[in-house]
């Protein structure tokens, strides 16, 4: 990916020590990331108060989560940084001994150093963030239980001619199994993908509107799309359509087909079956939410981010985007006008951050 390196001016000469280079890095990152933290503190704080207002919140306890989310966030850091100044060590012909070199790196030069404390409030605001989001989340069935899935399985139908999506897809990939596991590997890959569509632009991208316009559209869009639209139009998905009492259910020969796919379940499957066990137990733990698709919205809003970079890292994206579609469908977890609504959504939002973060920085000019 090629992007501009953040600028960070600071002395590097021998006689100042490290801690004060890193508190200045780290006071200079907090600046420069202004829009995205203060962003990021309105929102945690609404939800916060939000739900301790009502009267059968749940709390399901994530503060595990949270202190493995900070630990692995900050090692993603490190190794990117690390593998970066390894990269441009070896463009210069200075990495004819590996080990020694990544030694040299990280014990003698400051350079990794002074750009991870640069991003540490911006890193360490999005685990944070996504505390509270998931939190949240796991009280939707509790604000507004599950209603909206049969409008939504026949506004499917209406719009794609008489048919489900999933039909339209299925001569197709009812013929092959690696098809199917293609589409389980990349939708599980997504994953790993947000984490460093959050880590890599924070970390190589020079402060600025741009910046700050991509990762204001990424909270944004977890907190309108997957808070606000998700309360409003709550609703559980294909695969659990059935579970949910509804008759007749249109989803039940994918799912038995599915089934029939592996002697093993399909780590899909398995998936679905344990969300559904903790939605159960009502622990306020609760992962299942369709509308709006987060996996698409994402998907939709990374391809935008990669053609704004450059046509080849768009290309990857979009490809990756279209298999989260189609699976999204296939593997029963969404229904089409889940991403339909989620594109519309990030299109709004990317618009309304960019100018945001451009009258923001206008004002507040973005130091160095």
């Not at 600046?31 to 059968?56: G, M, V, Y």
């Not at 014990?107 to 911006?122: G, M, R, S």
Request: proline share 6%; charged share 10%.
């Amino acid at each position: 990916m090629k992007v501009s390196q953040p600028v960070i001016s600071l002395s590097t000469n021998k006689s100042t020590g490290i801690f004060p280079l890193l508190f200045q890095s780290f006071k200079t990152g907090a600046k420069q990331h202004s829009l995205i933290l203060i962003t990021i503190t309105i929102i945690i704080a609404c939800q916060f108060l939000f739900l301790r207002t009502q009267p059968n919140f749940l709390s399901a306890g994530y503060w595990d989560y949270l202190s493995t989310a900070f630990k692995s966030t900050l090692i993603f850091a490190f190794l990117i940084l690390l593998i970066q100044q390894f990269y441009l060590a070896h463009k210069m012909g200075s990495a004819s001994q590996p080990t020694r070199t990544i030694i040299r790196i990280v014990l003698k030069e400051k350079t990794v150093w002074i750009k991870l404390a640069n991003a540490l409030p911006t890193l360490l605001a999005f685990p944070t963030f996504m505390f509270f989001f998931a939190e949240t989340k796991g009280n939707i069935p509790i604000l507004n239980p599950f209603s909206w899935d049969q409008y939504f399985a026949n506004l499917d139908k209406a719009i794609h001619f008489g048919s489900h999506p999933w039909e339209w897809l299925h001569p197709v990939l009812s013929q092959s199994k690696p098809l199917v596991m293609l589409l389980q590997l990349n939708y599980n890959l997504w994953f790993i993908i947000v984490s460093l569509m959050w880590i890599i632009p924070l970390l190589m991208m020079r402060a600025g509107p741009k910046k700050s316009a991509f990762l204001v559209t990424t909270i944004l869009t977890w907190t309108i799309g997957g808070v606000v639209f998700a309360i409003m139009l709550s609703s559980a998905g294909p695969a659990f359509y059935g579970k949910l009492g509804i008759q007749p259910n249109p989803y039940e020969p994918l799912l038995h087909h599915l089934q029939q796919l592996s002697q093993t379940p399909l780590f899909v499957l398995q998936k679905q079956s344990q969300l559904w066990l903790l939605f159960q137990e009502n622990s306020g733990f609760n992962a299942i939410s369709a509308m709006p698709s987060m996996h698409n919205a994402m998907a939709f809003l990374f391809i935008l981010f990669g053609y704004s970079i450059n046509r080849i890292l768009g290309h990857v994206l979009l490809a990756h985007a279209v298999l989260i579609f189609i699976g999204s469908i296939y593997l029963a977890w969404h229904y089409a006008v889940d991403t339909y609504v989620s594109i519309a959504l990030v299109l709004v939002l990317w618009s309304f951050s960019h100018y945001v973060a451009n009258k923001w920085h206008a004002k507040f000019p973005t130091p160095s």
